[in-house]
């Protein structure tokens, strides 16, 4: 097979493998739950812009560093850094091996409400958009539905690369797209949906803030699966004949288009529901979506609402395989131990360390709340402050990083020779110019900025 390059550690069969995988881990919750959330919160189009802004002009170059790391050194996260020479630099991928571990933790949480959302679309509970409260402070229930997923994940990851990952990402993710299309073109036919447009696509460039800013970085870093090694880690299943540059385009353009998608379907049913301003929250699409199913129809709605929320389930699944597999590559190849039995340990551990996250939507008040940040008035939960900690201000750090040693102690030239093995004239056209330009200063200054001011007015 074209494209492994060391059988003991599996490869993806083709490039369209490892593209297909590596957008199956960027697509997920980010796009679906997390990004038309943070787009409410964030004041509506001031953040859509922000956040393309992000992916194409800093996020894009990024990427490219870590898969050409991945691939150069054939290691996971945090050997990449010690097999290029750079021993002090695997500090980075031990800090991305941690936020790995903390994404996965809540987001096998969200995970549980999708799935436990597909058997209550199927048998036609609409109200429980309403309730979706009493849902998430059912913890026995979400724990049921968390633990199915995460041993999922586990039995997928524990088959190894090449026979898990692909087969699942190339069946789901087109329906997936089909049917967010189709509700998108259904979404827009509503009364009203046009304020929601409006809201998605006009920015109020007021709106734009150091948090809001923050916000869409984080959210960038967090949809294209960035800033923590699994790019690395995939990139090292990927060939040296294959093209960095348009694989990096393809799965970037999916998850942005993906999640640009989703967000003009949930605005449009927001606005046609009279649900704008209420603050939704994590909760924003469980409390907006089982309306928009029910005005379908009573038949096809149940439908149509249990396989959209089936399909959001495996796009989450291809996103926890991929989490799951950054602290295990790590384990088998340092440690050399068997990746069976250090996938359940791994997987099961992650899944304890998500029980907080569970508890604290209103069962245990300490964890309801958990942190009270001197930025706002109310404390936050156990899982907002992890999903702070670990997508909004470790993933950049982690970019912020990878682009200083890419550029600095990698060094820019010998990014671009491993680049231009499978693109020649990479480091000549204007692309790669830029990517090295960015590499070198504007993601170094831009994303080190934002996250320092930031943490800082939170804290301090
Ligand atoms: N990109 C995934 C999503 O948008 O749902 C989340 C994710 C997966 C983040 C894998 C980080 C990662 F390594």
Redesign the pocket.
Do not use: E, Q, R, T
């Given at each position: 097979m074209a494209g492994i390059k060391d059988s003991s550690r599996g490869g993806f069969s083709n490039k369209i493998g490892f593209v297909l995988a590596a957008a199956g881990?960027?697509?997920?919750?980010?796009?679906i739950w997390?990004f038309p959330f943070e787009v409410s919160d964030g004041g509506g189009g001031a953040f859509v812009v922000m956040y393309l802004a992000f992916c194409f002009m800093l996020c894009f170059p990024v990427m490219m560093a870590e898969v050409a790391i991945g691939r150069k050194t054939n290691k996971n996260a945090v050997g990449a850094f010690t097999e290029n020479g750079h021993r002090a630099w695997s500090a980075l991928g031990k800090l991305g091996v941690l936020t790995?571990i903390l994404?996965l933790s809540f987001?096998n949480v969200v995970a549980g409400w999708a799935l436990g959302f597909a058997i209550e679309m199927f048998a036609g509970n609409f109200e429980l958009g309403q309730n979706f409260g009493a849902f998430i402070g059912n913890w026995q229930l979400n724990l049921v539905f968390s633990s199915i997923f995460m041993v999922v994940t586990i039995y997928i990851v524990a088959k190894g690369v090449s026979g898990g990952i692909e087969k699942a990402s190339k069946i789901l993710m087109p329906s997936l797209l089909i049917l967010i299309l189709s509700l998108m073109a259904y979404s827009l036919t509503q009364e009203g949906a046009v304020d929601g447009v409006v809201y998605y696509l006009v920015p109020d460039f007021n709106a734009i803030t150091f948090e809001t800013a923050y916000g869409a970085m984080g959210q960038a870093f967090?949809?294209?699966?960035?800033g923590?090694g699994?790019l690395i880690t995939y990139g090292s299943y990927v060939g040296k004949k294959d093209n960095i540059v348009t694989s990096t385009t393809m799965i970037l353009l999916t998850?942005v288009g993906i999640a640009f998608i989703a967000g003009l379907m949930m605005f449009a049913f927001v606005f046609s529901q009279g649900l704008q301003g209420q603050g939704g929250g994590a909760g924003l699409i469980f409390t907006v979506l089982p309306g928009a199913f029910e005005s379908i129809g009573p038949v096809l709605g149940r439908v149509i609402g249990g396989f959209f929320f089936v399909l959001l389930s495996f796009?989450?699944l291809t996103?926890t395989v991929?989490?799951l597999e950054?602290p295990v590559a790590y384990v088998v190849d340092e440690y050399e131990v068997r990746r069976e039995r250090t996938v359940w340990i791994v997987g099961v551990g992650i899944f304890l360390l998500g029980i907080p996250s569970m508890l604290g939507n209103g069962t245990v008040p300490f964890f309801t709340e958990f942190v009270q940040y001197s930025s706002s008035e109310n404390p936050v939960s156990f899982m907002d402050f992890i999903e702070d900690m670990a997508?909004d201000t470790f993933?950049p750090l982690g970019g912020f990083l990878i682009s200083v040693y890419t550029a600095w102690v990698w060094r820019g030239d010998n990014f671009k020779k491993e680049v231009e093995i499978g693109n020649p004239g990479f480091g000549d056209s204007l692309i790669g110019k830029y990517t090295i330009f960015a590499l070198k200063y504007l993601a170094p200054f831009i994303l080190g900025s934002i996250t320092v001011i930031t943490v800082l007015s939170k804290f301090f």
């Open positions: 881990s960027a697509v997920g919750l980010g796009n997390k790995g994404i987001y967090f949809s294209l699966s960035l923590m699994a998850d796009a989450a996103s991929s989490l950054v997508s993933l």
